[in-house]
């Protein structure tokens, strides 16, 4: 299968890349600095990429059959990463007749609620100190119910660099309760079966130990 990753450079993308390549997939990483992409592979292509540049997007789209978004960005103020890039990867979608996307969001976008006292003081922190991004986060959704023809969004608890075990738990509409937290390889492990199972199609499933 060939896949490409807008964001693969580091965290839950580049859990996904190595993932991905075990697995003897076609990985393109499509990241702003190729640089910072240190894998090697022969089934690796490191492609140069902005993902608010539609033309570059384009390129990356090319000879898909699956894509993965892993955007992140560390700006606390009002941001159009996520909508926009969002925007520029389905247009790249429809002209090369893509159907599935991945799309890495966040915890906190459907308004949702906590089961526990635990999650709800997570959802109260995220709303708290990332309202911009949270802000973007639904208006890339609005993009991706509106124009993909399969997507699944996934919104995991907070992220941490443990090592990938496999197992987790998973809440479609709410939080996983007493979920707290999940590693970026267990993310990507739950993002890669996405690729080929319907299980969450059209779905924002909220992952978490």
Known sequence: MNIVIFGASRGVGRCLAEQALVQDHHVTAAVRNPA????THERLRVLPCDVL??????????????VFCTLGTNSKGPITLYSAG???????????Q??????????????????DV???????????FIPHTLADHRRALEEIRGHAP??????????TDGSWT????IAVDDLPAKGMHIARADVADFM?????SDDYLYKVPAIAY
């Open 166 to 169: 496999g197992r987790y738990r």
């Open 36 to 39: 910072t992409v240190h894998i």
């Open 150 to 159: 399969e997507w699944i969004v996934v919104r995991p608890l907070p992220l």
């Open 118 to 128: 635990r999650g709800a003081a997570l959802l109260f922190l995220i709303k708290r």
């Open 53 to 66: 540049n539609a033309a570059s997007v384009n390129q990356a789209l090319t000879g898909q059959d699956v």
């Open 98 to 115: 893509v159907r599935r996307l991945i799309f890495l969001s966040n915890f906190g976008v459907l308004d949702e609620k906590a089961r």
């Open 86 to 96: 969002a925007h520029n990867i389905l247009q790249g979608m429809q002209a090369h």
């Open 192 to 196: 890669m079966r996405q690729a080929t």
